[in-house]
């Protein structure tokens, strides 16, 4: 419920970084399908990956005097939610 309810202080930014993130994950959540076409290594991302990033966002644009959506986004995604686990070479 809480996933689904948004941020409902922060609406807006809520739908635009969910609409960044869904189809982020769904990249990476296909390549990641393809083996060792779509990865050197395999990684088991599943939909556990989405909700905590979007999780983390939420808990961004709830604590945040001025949030910024884009930047925080592109960390979680890149450093701590699906790009820590990637150790291509």
Do not use: N
């Amino acid at each position: 419920e809480m996933f689904f309810g948004g941020c409902p202080q922060r609406d807006i930014e809520w739908k635009t970084a969910l609409y960044r993130l869904l189809p982020c994950h769904g990249t990476i959540f296909e390549r990641a399908a393809h083996g060792a076409i779509g990865w050197t290594l395999p990684y088991d991302f599943s939909s556990l990956d989405l909700i905590i990033v979007a999780q983390h966002i939420q808990d961004h644009l709830a604590t945040a005097r001025k949030p910024r959506v884009k930047e925080v986004l592109s960390h979680l995604i890149s450093s701590c939610g699906y790009g820590a686990r990637i150790e291509d070479p």
